[in-house]
């Protein structure tokens, strides 16, 4: 065991291995408020990655609604459940992880799903946390009924369980990007990676016998293209580019300036101590603070506070920063606000979008003598 | 070869004790193990050639007695001929995750060599079958045998070491079953599933679809084990065994020729599992097995309803010298 530097705990944990990060970690920022969980981001990843026999049930990218959904099955609940008791005292969570917990025997604690886990992918889709019993509900912000969508994918952890589990090393997360990838070839289908990793992100081919998971569509991004999924969001919730540790945060990266400068994006269940690379804005209509900190960590009241601020007009680099979201195919490196437009570069330098902080607003006539047609949507 | 020298175990241990259900007989005798005597400096040839196989066991080792042609059939009469080895098993604990508890606490080992090939046969107590691997929380009943040099040399019973590869054979249920069933898949277990569509094949019955269907449309990167030639994911199983080559913990390789064979069978209590290869290695570090002389040998199980995998296995307390009757 070794003692690495977690900071999305504020402390040093245990894990396997040494501290060994890539020299670019990439990530992604989801904004839950504006995930309306059409699943085009489900399609396109497996219309692309996992349409073959023995992926039938896989969802690489699942999109769940929080509090009831999940997939697989309570996969989070049960998670937590072996966990035990979370605290946090300010910043510093203060029990234990994932790997902390592990029992006598093993290097975390972990179980192992069931085919039948799998089965209910939309499970508790649209359901409030509470049962409506008042005839007339007003509605309010933060909402005291309320549901939101939570879409997950790998989160390509800097310390994961998957990785660390594999006695046979088939696991392995490239130094250049981060990416966590399974050797198709060296792996032998032990599933102990699939028992390790809390977020169930790996997968068992029954028809291969060997285990699969998100590729964060690696040949698109060693091109400089986001992956599939993040391409496809219809409701433009995500952001992908690279966070840096908080030391070597970077103001004008997109993603460093979400995760690290304003705070806004938080990792989901940071206290697993994989200090997963994928963020969350979180659901600014949720009442409850203990279910926010309980998934994303301390700091997620605070985080809605400042997104809020944002969408007030308050801090248009954060709005800018928000904006890129799904706005460009390529993988933005540096961005800038510069009067009423955000511009993002590519890593070369490449000018890769441009756009307003506010979408003019036109007005059509209701007749479109051109088309000799009555517009139904006329703004 | 320098693992040659051995001593007359003879009188040396207590007997052995079998397993229930194994078959094997309690108290086998000791006497008489090995004859011969030391040959030239160091070196032993061992001639003992017993016709009662109760004349012929090995303190801490199995001895591998000649017949005219080592069986491939656990029923095979000519195991008649092999004195049960009773090995001791335990919890392999240098890795995690391992087990709690042995699966059992001893196992019968039986061998015979015929001068070209050498057959093992290992029983042991398992309740219930687990011979499929197709649904996410199917793990298999299986079982291997170590093979290395030195002589019960223990540093190598943990898969060899960098210096010294051992070789493995390695018998898998679910191989047996997708031998004696054809490859086993979704449609095996999940009958009545439906399917659309498995892009990019083109069928009318896409149910019906097998991985040798998407090689015949050269379609194999749907099925990324097979298009790597990863052999779990092989959509023909022409054995039941595979042999391995490694070199420490986590380095177990597929071998490139799979020259093996064997076959495993459910007895009223648990299994009997024939495991062969021939005796002269062909692959870089595979190793040969020289009649007459004694090399190490360790064994181990796994029990697919605790979810054996990998390390969470159980094998031999140690390792034990092998004995090959010249
Ligand atoms: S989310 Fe799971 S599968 Fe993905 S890197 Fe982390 S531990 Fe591995
Ligand atoms: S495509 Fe975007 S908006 Fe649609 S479900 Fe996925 S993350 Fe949500």
Redo the contacts with the bound molecule.
């Keep these: 065991m070794a003692r690495v530097k977690n900071w999305q705990l504020g402390r040093e944990m245990s894990y396997w291995y040494p501290e060994a990060r890539p020299k670019k970690q990439f990530a992604a920022i989801f904004d839950t408020n504006k995930c309306i969980a059409c699943q085009t981001c489900t399609l396109a990843c497996k219309t692309t990655w996992t349409s073959g026999r023995g992926q039938e049930y896989m969802l690489w990218n699942n999109v769940e609604t929080k509090p009831w959904g999940s997939y697989p099955l309570a996969w989070d609940v049960r998670e937590l459940d072996l966990l035990g008791p979370q605290h946090w005292t300010g910043d510093t969570y203060t029990g234990k992880t994932i790997f902390e917990a592990a029992p006598e025997g093993k290097k975390n604690i972990g179980w192992t799903p069931n085919d039948m886990d799998y089965a209910y992918p939309n499970r508790g889709e649209d359901e409030v946390n509470v049962t409506i019993n008042v005839k007339r509900y007003h509605l309010k912000l933060p909402h005291d009924m309320w549901f939101f969508y939570l879409p997950r994918v790998?989160?390509?952890?800097t310390y994961?369980?998957?990785?660390q589990a594999c006695t046979r090393q088939s696991?392995y997360k490239r130094p250049e990007d981060g990416i966590?990838l399974v050797d198709q070839e060296r792996c032998r289908g032990y599933r102990i990676?699939f028992e390790?990793?809390?977020?169930?992100?790996?997968f068992y081919n029954h028809t291969t016998r060997v285990s699969e998971?998100?590729v964060f569509c690696f040949p698109a991004v060693e091109q400089g293209y986001q992956p599939r999924c993040m391409r496809n969001c219809i409701g433009k919730i995500r952001s992908f580019g690279f966070v840096s540790t908080p030391a070597n945060a970077r103001e004008d990266n997109p993603i460093d300036f979400l995760v690290h400068v304003r705070k806004v994006a938080k990792p989901l269940y940071p206290q697993f101590g994989?200090e997963?690379n994928v963020y969350y804005i979180p659901p600014i209509h949720v009442s409850s603070n203990d279910f926010l900190t309980m998934l994303f960590g301390a700091g997620a009241r605070h985080a809605i506070d400042t997104y809020r601020a944002a969408m007030e007009g308050d801090d248009p680099e954060l709005l800018g920063a928000l904006l890129l979201a799904v706005s460009t195919d390529r993988i933005i490196h540096r961005y800038q606000v510069t009067g009423d437009t955000v511009i993002g570069w590519a890593e070369d330098g490449e000018e890769v979008v441009r756009i307003p902080l506010k979408v003019p607003t036109i007005e059509r006539a209701p007749f479109d003598p051109d088309l000799n047609v009555y517009r139904h949507n006329i703004t | 070869m320098s693992d040659t020298t051995v001593t007359s175990p003879a009188g040396t241990a207590p007997a052995g004790t079998a397993p229930a259900g194994t078959g094997a007989a309690n108290g086998v005798s000791r006497r008489g193990l090995l004859a011969g005597g030391l040959a030239g400096a160091g070196a032993l040839a061992i001639t003992a050639c017993a016709a009662d196989p109760s004349d012929v066991s090995v303190s801490g080792g199995v001895w591998v007695a000649r017949v005219g042609r080592a069986p491939i059939e656990p029923a095979d009469a000519a195991w008649d001929r092999a004195a049960p080895t009773i090995v001791d098993m335990d919890v392999q604990v240098m890795v995690l995750p391992h087990r709690p508890a042995p699966l059992v606490a001893q196992i019968a080992v039986r061998a015979l060599h015929d001068g070209e090939t050498i057959s093992f046969r290992l029983d042991w107590d398992d309740p219930d079958t687990h011979d499929l691997t197709v649904r996410v929380d199917d793990f298999r009943d299986a079982c291997a045998v170590l093979l290395a040099g030195g002589e019960g040399d223990q540093g190598l019973r943990t898969m060899g070491s960098v210096d010294q590869p051992a070789t493995l054979l390695h018998w898998k249920a679910d191989w047996q079953r997708d031998m004696d069933l054809g490859v086993q898949g979704a449609a095996d277990v999940y009958p009545n599933r439906s399917i659309d569509v498995y892009p990019p094949l083109i069928s009318d019955a896409p149910r019906d679809l097998t991985p040798a269907d998407y090689e015949a449309a050269d379609a194999t990167e749907w099925l990324p084990g097979l298009h790597v030639g990863n052999p779990l994911s092989a959509s023909t199983r022409t054995a039941c065994v595979e042999k391995l080559t490694a070199r420490g913990f986590g380095t177990a390789t597929t071998a490139t020729k799979q020259n093996v064979a064997g076959r495993g069978e459910r007895t009223s209590s648990g299994w009997r599992v024939v495991l062969a290869k021939p005796l002269r290695g062909i692959e870089a570090d595979e190793f040969t097995l020289t009649p007459g002389h004694a090399h190490t040998c360790a064994f181990a199980l796994w029990s697919g309803a605790d979810q054996d995998a990998g390390g969470r296995k159980t094998p031999s307390k140690a390792a034990l010298r092998l004995l090959l009757e010249f």
């Design positions: 790998c989160n390509h952890c994961p369980a998957c990785l696991i966590v990676c390790a990793c809390p977020y169930k992100k790996i998971k998100c994989l997963p």
